[in-house]
């Protein structure tokens, strides 16, 4: 390709989605990444897509329940175009409740997910027993069931996108390049680092994150579960993911410890279904975490023609299909439909 429209710095799930966002309007586009497609914290193994719980409504949560009510579609695109399944499926969730307290609050919340998610989906109390065998322990016999939430395999996922880029087009240069064009700055936890150093203030940082792989088939369909603040992830592959650690201090950004051990003991306590099921892959990263925990979207201050989308941290594959929306609009058409909460000046 010898000009483009814009250069997109970054091939995590950000950069690749606001390529593709950019391609699908016509656009001329190079991703660059030296790193390689999914070197950071895109490359992970979870691929849990789950909504915040409803209610207190805020930006945050109406861009998550867009894009996750968008996903379908586009990921179904994507595989058509590419000809590689990202995994995706809208499988629901299972959490379980501890006491009659988390009863009354889950119950008191199905009134608030039907206004909220706007009859998009649902959020009821359901029996454990009424579901079969892929069921974490729930003291009270009572878990939430919400239909709401999906996953994907994050791995195959950016496969696919990439692979959907280059059939249209698109260059993706994993090695430097020059840039050409306005310049999208979707460069994970370093990016957040370097903007911190920027502005003299702490605009994010790096959360280094630990998850595992199981080799172990759950029954088709099943739900994905967050049970003691850990992702259990069946994948259509025969494997079922688990995650993940949130470390704010760390040596090695790519090394699993013991951490990793213990998170493996707690999710087999929360399933015993997993128990004997064996580890087939080990992974460690750095999730990009910004300040107000609301991902940063839109122009750079004082740096005219480049723009940020950085910060996704663990909801990043979920608002993917609405961020690559926004900033597609934004960088092709001059059109700013970012809301505040997720400008860089509120990171300030």
Known sequence: MATVDLTVRGAGIFGLSIAWACIRRGARVRVVDPG???????????????????????????????????????????????GISPGYARTG???????????????????????????????????????GGWVPVTPTGLLVHDTLSARLHPVRALEALAAAIRA??????????????????????????????QFGAEIGTGVKGQALALRAVAPEGAPQIYAHGLHIVPHADGTVAIGSTSERDFDDPARTDQQLVDLHERATTALPILHGAPVIARWAGVRPRARTRVPILGRWPCCTGHFVANGGFKIG????????????????DDQDDIPDAFRLENSL
Request: charged share 25%; glycine share 12%; with cysteine.
């Open 168 to 197: 249209r087009g698109g260059e993706i240069v994993l090695k430097d390049a020059s840039d050409e064009g306005p310049v999208v700055w979707a460069t994970g936890w370093q990016g957040l680092r370097d903007l911190s150093r």
């Open 317 to 332: 594959f979920g608002i993917a299909p609405k961020v690559a929306e926004f900033m597609a609009a934004l960088v092709l």
């Open 36 to 82: 390689g497609v999914g070197a950071g914290a895109s490359g992970g193994l979870v691929g849990a897509l789950a909504p915040h719980v409803p209610g207190d409504w805020n930006d945050l949560k109406e861009v998550q329940l867009e894009s996750l009510l968008m996903a379908e579609p586009f990921w179904e695109e994507v595989e058509t175009v590419s």
């Open 93 to 131: 969730r299972l959490q379980p409740l501890s006491d009659q307290s988390a009863v009354d609050r889950a119950r008191e919340r199905r009134a608030d997910a039907h206004k909220c998610w706007r009859g998009a989906a649902r959020w009821q109390v359901v029996e454990a027993g009424s579901l």
